[in-house]
C-alpha cells in the first residue's frame, strides 16, 4: 500500500475528495496532511477523517528553505507528496528529497494559463474551453511533466464562479484517478 502525504491551504475540497476516495481503498492511504496556515478549514476535515496533520508557518522561519527542512525533517515515511490546492512553490529542498515524487493539480489546461489564479485568467481570456492539469512538480510555476488533463466547457452563460464549480467537480474525479493509475503502472 502506497503512502500519500497531502499539502493543502485553504478549503480542502481537493483533499476531502482524496480523504473519501482512499478511505477503503487497497492501493494506497494518505498518512499526513501538511498546512501552511493555522486556521485554514483544511484542517478540520483531515481531524474529521483520522488523518494526522502538520501545520507550518512559513513566517517562522528566516527562510523558505529553512521551513522546507523542518518539513522534511518532520513527515512520515511517504511515496508521493501531492499538492492539492498548496498555495506555495515548491522550492529545491523538497525537491530534492522527493525527486519526481511531488504532483500538483491545476485548474487550467497547461501550458496555459499556470500560476495562483488559472481559472480567473483563462475567464477573463475568453477561452472556450479550459480545464484541469495533473502534473509533476518541477523547479517552475507549473511547467512539470503533464500526467493527465481534462477539458471543461466554459458555456456562454457561465459565470467565473460557475467556471469555477465545474473545474473543482473534474479537480475532485480527476486527481484520485490519476494517482491511482501512477500506482497501477508502477509509476509510484
Known amino acids: 500500500m502506497k503512502r500519500l502525504i497531502i499539502f493543502a491551504s485553504g478549503t480542502g475540497s481537493n483533499f ?23 486556521d485554514a ?4 476535515k483531515a481531524e474529521a477523517a483520522g488523518i494526522p496533520t502538520l501545520t507550518v508557518d512559513y513566517k517562522a522561519y528566516p527562510t523558505k ?4 527542512q ?3 525533517a518532520m513527515l512520515p515515511p511517504a511515496d508521493l507528496l501531492i499538492l492539492a490546492g498548496f498555495m506555495r512553490i515548491i522550492g529545491p529542498t523538497l525537491l530534492a528529497a522527493y525527486p519526481d515524487r511531488i504532483i500538483n493539480l491545476h485548474p487550467a489546461l497547461l501550458p496555459s494559463f499556470p500560476g495562483r489564479t488559472g481559472i480567473e485568467d ?14 509533476v512538480v518541477d523547479a517552475g510555476i507549473d511547467s512539470g511533466r503533464i500526467l493527465a488533463q481534462v477539458p471543461v466547457a466554459v458555456l456562454p452563460h457561465m459565470s467565473c464562479a460557475d467556471l ?12 484520485p484517478t ?10 509510484i
Not at 122 to 135: D, I, L, P, R
Open 164 to 175: 469555477a464549480t465545474a473545474i473543482h467537480a473534474v479537480e475532485h474525479r480527476l486527481l
Open 122 to 135: 483563462a475567464y477573463a481570456y475568453g477561452v472556450k474551453v479550459t480545464g484541469v492539469t495533473v502534473h
Open 16 to 38: 476531502a475528495a482524496l480523504a473519501a476516495h482512499y478511505a477503503a481503498s487497497p492501493l494506497a492511504q494518505i498518512v499526513a496532511l501538511v498546512c501552511d496556515h493555522a
Open 65 to 68: 528553505r529553512a521551513a522546507e
Open 41 to 44: 478549514p483544511v484542517l478540520a
Open 70 to 72: 523542518a518539513i522534511v
Open 178 to 187: 490519476t494517482v491511482d493509475r501512477l500506482i497501477e503502472e508502477g509509476a
